[in-house]
């Protein structure tokens, strides 16, 4: 059927087959489903509208590759210090050898050990920018943090060689000397130590601790980031602290667990720019476990400046240290704020994804209320 012209500022299509020319706004009512579409506003993909009740919601998705990362952040309230986390919480005594050249015990070239995070590791989720490690060497040896396969949370880090004129002394080193770009610790990276044609280690020294999910694993591979085996956790660990940064840059990288943290203040909150006005209706939005706030706004502007409340939030409906799918009414905006609502001095800590221009599902949901703090999260 052609054109009918008006509505959505594109036309309207009535037939059974998707219009072969497409433009931003256009309406498809698609006489094979039933069902009515409207063009995105990039003129890319069809918004499935679904009426109910004068509103019009997504269906609930509860999948984070499901949502899209901000562009930019345009502004937050404050921001935590970065802050040295220890990783060990024991008292067990460090204690590793072996060989990084050919032959001795165990006779093996490119020996090298790995420290492997596993899921449940208390480390998982950390975004650092430093580290710090206490190690005693006999003479050099290379150091790495190697990102796990698939991973996205950063990148793999080459540090420093630790020198020989280490060798009569167990030592503190901080690398790099400035900051690098944080990096997240996900579920399969690892830190990695790999001999120089020397004994890797040999001495017993500082206080290490089991890590839980993570030790020096005696491995068979070579330094760097190349594979090696999980080894035997039994044979130790080396002692390690990270520089755990809270930066706004983490709002807007691809791990899921990195996330901007605030001082303690009245109405904390975070601006993110999707770097156009997009079409959305939900949000992932990771709650770090730091989190005092008890009530929080999720708002739209189209300028970051005149704001309009789309979901009224109860904290303590929301899971800390989690991704929190969260739905509301389809709305055009170029800008989100995730705002703390509780009018006393709070910390909060999280980052938020949107899901941009998605089909909507098949079945029914009422209009969400932009202000009943009861409403679970995915609106029903």
């Not at 006489?31 to 579409?37: Q, V």
């Not at 005149?306 to 409906?317: E, F, G, I, M, P």
């Amino acid at each position: 059927m052609p054109d009918m012209g008006g509505g959505g500022g594109g036309g309207i299509e009535i037939d059974s087959s998707e219009p072969s020319t497409k433009t931003a706004g256009m309406i498809w009512v698609d006489t094979d489903s039933n069902k009515t579409f409207r063009r995105n506003d990039d003129n890319t993909a069809w918004i499935n509208l679904q009426y109910v009740d004068d509103g019009i919601v997504l269906d609930q998705s509860t999948t984070f590759s499901d949502f899209t990362v901000p562009s930019a952040v345009t502004s937050v309230s404050s921001t935590k210090s970065d802050t040295w986390v220890d990783l060990t919480t024991s008292t067990t005594s460090l204690s590793i050898t072996g060989y990084g050249g050919g032959g001795g015990n165990p006779p093996s070239s490119g020996r090298s050990y790995k420290s492997i995070f596993k899921a449940g590791s208390s480390a998982l989720g950390i975004a650092f920018v430093q580290v710090k490690t206490y190690l005693k060497t006999s003479n050099n040896m290379r150091f790495y943090f190697c990102k796990g396969t698939g991973n996205t949370g950063g990148s793999s880090v080459t540090y420093n060689t630790w020198s020989s004129s280490m060798n009569s002394s167990f030592a503190e080193r901080t690398t790099p000397s400035s900051p690098h770009t944080a990096t997240v610790i996900e579920v399969g990276d690892y830190f990695n130590i790999g001999g120089y044609n020397q004994y890797e280690t040999n001495y017993t020294g500082y206080n290490s601790g089991a890590v839980t999910g993570s030790e020096i694993q005696y491995g068979t591979g070579t330094y760097g980031c190349g594979s090696t085996d999980d080894g035997d956790p039994s044979n130790g660990q080396f002692y390690l602290k990270l520089l755990q940064t809270f930066a706004s840059t983490n709002l807007t990288t691809a791990a899921e667990a990195m996330y901007w943290e605030s001082t303690a203040e009245t109405n904390p909150n975070c601006v993110l720019d999707w770097g156009s006005a997009k079409d959305f209706g939900a949000v992932a939005l990771y709650l770090g476990s730091d989190t005092t706030e008890t009530a929080i706004l999720l708002q739209v502007s189209s300028d970051a400046s005149d704001w309009t409340t789309v979901r009224t939030l109860d904290v303590s409906q929301l899971s800390k240290g989690a991704t929190n799918y969260i739905r509301f009414n389809l709305v055009n905006a170029r800008y989100i704020r995730i705002y703390g609502n509780s009018g006393s001095s709070k910390v909060l800590a999280c980052r938020a994804d949107a899901r941009i221009n998605p089909s909507l599902g098949d079945h029914e949901h009422i209009d969400i209320s932009p202000t009943d703090a009861t409403l679970p999260a995915d609106g029903t």
